[in-house]
């Protein structure tokens, strides 16, 4: 076993393929994505396939994770926004799973790559202009444009929303890939100091349960973020559509 | 004779449906209330945005100025200007988040 903490997150190419110069090889993330994508399909298709009155557990359970961002969606962006349901529920299931799918030892954490989690905010961001501009033209720029500020500082104001605004894809898909890479790294790092402290004899083995509380600590931990940073990818998405729906709120 | 049964069962069951409409609808305020007013769990996600949210700011000020100094050769004065108009960006967005400025984006929800 690989004692090095960066190792897990390497890329190994299951089936090489190139096309016109590109490296499209079928990756151990790839293998990751289409489990994760699978497997919530899968699950959601079974769970619902019966369509009872009354729900069974799989059925009931795809319900609460059909209210549960449902209702985060209509808080934030209003009726309007369930629209863009399908967007948000694929999102928040496919980070949630593949988050879920790193805890599992010896798997690959597709969101742990920061790749992933820009193409995942870009394509929130890029949803979130074409909307705005789509639905109210050049009226969604009234979004830079606080209202009731002096003229005086209008254009500094102005600058400092563009910015706050342009940092939004940054701060969202970085936030996803560093917390799962951080998590797993310190998991690792922990998990790394029982099996060289216990090497060390006796004195070292009772030494190593401190490490292996820490561990078993971090564990659980990393289960509440991962889900947390799920809830949060998906609550941002839906405060920034409410943003491309209603700019200005006017 | 049977018929009439039928139909006091159809009552029955009509009223007793009603009755399930009416729990279910005030239970469904009442969780919408609940829901407006729950802080659990995502006072650890605020935090796990709060530091983000705020480099974030800075790293995308200091990028326009960089490439503005690209472009226009005044290196290193715009990237210094766009760094410092990112850091107020950034503690924008952090007491946006915190709640202590109102943010101009969710006027409306709070009008509402």
Same mark, same amino acid.
């Given at each position: 076993?690989?004692?090095?903490?960066?190792?897990?997150?390497?890329?190994?190419?299951?089936?090489?393929?190139?096309?016109?110069?590109?490296?499209?090889?079928?990756?151990?993330?790839?293998?990751?994505?289409?489990?994760?994508?699978?497997?919530?399909?899968?699950?959601?298709?079974?769970?619902?396939?019966?369509?009872?009155?009354?729900?069974?557990?799989?059925?009931?359970?795809?319900?609460?994770?059909?209210?549960?961002?449902?209702?985060?969606?209509?808080?934030?962006?209003?009726?309007?926004?369930?629209?863009?349901?399908?967007?948000?529920?694929?999102?928040?299931?496919?980070?949630?799973?593949?988050?879920?799918?790193?805890?599992?030892?010896?798997?690959?954490?597709?969101?742990?790559?920061?790749?992933?989690?820009?193409?995942?905010?870009?394509?929130?961001?890029?949803?979130?202009?074409?909307?705005?501009?789509?639905?109210?033209?050049?009226?969604?720029?009234?979004?830079?444009?606080?209202?009731?500020?002096?003229?005086?500082?209008?254009?500094?104001?102005?600058?400092?929303?563009?910015?706050?605004?342009?940092?939004?894809?940054?701060?969202?898909?970085?936030?996803?890939?560093?917390?799962?890479?951080?998590?797993?790294?310190?998991?690792?790092?922990?998990?790394?100091?029982?099996?060289?402290?216990?090497?060390?004899?006796?004195?070292?083995?009772?030494?190593?349960?401190?490490?292996?509380?820490?561990?078993?600590?971090?564990?659980?931990?990393?289960?509440?973020?991962?889900?947390?940073?799920?809830?949060?990818?998906?609550?941002?998405?839906?405060?920034?559509?409410?943003?491309?729906?209603?700019?200005?709120?006017? | 004779?049977?018929?009439?049964?039928?139909?006091?069962?159809?009552?029955?069951?009509?009223? *007793? !449906?009603? =009755?399930?409409?009416?729990?279910?609808?005030?239970?469904? &305020? +009442?969780?919408?209330?609940?829901?407006?007013?729950?802080?659990?769990?995502?006072?650890?996600?605020?935090?796990? *945005? !709060?530091? =983000?949210?705020?480099?974030?700011?800075?790293?995308?000020? &200091? +990028?326009?100025?960089?490439?503005?100094?690209?472009?226009?050769?005044?290196?290193?004065?715009?990237?210094?200007?766009?760094?410092?108009?990112?850091?107020?960006?950034?503690?924008?967005?952090?007491?946006?988040?915190?709640?202590?400025?109102?943010?101009?984006?969710?006027?409306?929800?709070?009008?509402?």
């Amino acid at each position: 076993m690989a004692s090095d903490p960066i190792h897990q997150f390497q890329l190994k190419k299951h089936i090489p393929l190139e096309i016109g110069g590109m490296d499209i090889s079928f990756t151990n993330s790839s293998l990751f994505m289409v489990a994760t994508v699978v497997c919530t399909s899968g699950f959601l298709i079974w769970a619902t396939s019966g369509r009872g009155m009354v729900p069974t557990r799989a059925q009931s359970f795809a319900e609460i994770l059909y209210e549960f961002v449902a209702g985060m969606l209509r808080d934030a962006a209003g009726s309007e926004g369930m629209k863009f349901f399908p967007m948000v529920f694929s999102l928040f299931l496919f980070i949630l799973v593949a988050n879920m799918f790193g805890m599992f030892p010896y798997f690959f954490t597709v969101t742990s790559h920061i790749i992933i989690t820009v193409a995942l905010s870009m394509l929130v961001f890029l949803t979130v202009l074409g909307v705005g501009f789509f639905k109210h033209g050049l009226g969604f720029l009234k979004l830079f444009v606080p209202s009731g500020v002096p003229i005086a500082i209008m254009p500094l104001v102005v600058a400092i929303e563009i910015i706050s605004f342009l940092a939004r894809p940054i701060s969202h898909s970085v936030r996803l890939f560093a917390n799962m890479l951080a998590g797993h790294i310190t998991l690792k790092v922990f998990a790394g100091f029982v099996v060289s402290l216990s090497s060390f004899g006796v004195l070292g083995i009772a030494g190593s349960i401190l490490p292996m509380l820490m561990t078993i600590g971090l564990t659980a931990l990393e289960f509440l973020v991962a889900f947390l940073q799920a809830y949060v990818f998906t609550m941002l998405t839906c405060m920034y559509l409410n943003d491309a729906l209603h700019p200005g709120g006017h | 004779m049977t018929r009439g049964n039928k139909n006091s069962a159809d009552e029955e069951r009509d009223r *007793r !449906l009603q =009755s399930l409409n009416d729990r279910l609808k005030k239970t469904r &305020a +009442a969780e919408v209330q609940e829901s407006s007013s729950r802080p659990d769990n995502t006072g650890f996600g605020n935090a796990l *945005r !709060l530091s =983000s949210e705020f480099v974030a700011a800075i790293l995308v000020g &200091a +990028a326009i100025g960089y490439g503005i100094d690209q472009l226009a050769g005044t290196a290193p004065w715009a990237m210094i200007l766009f760094m410092m108009l990112g850091f107020v960006a950034g503690v924008l967005n952090v007491m946006r988040m915190a709640g202590v400025m109102s943010d101009p984006y969710r006027q409306e929800k709070d009008e509402e």
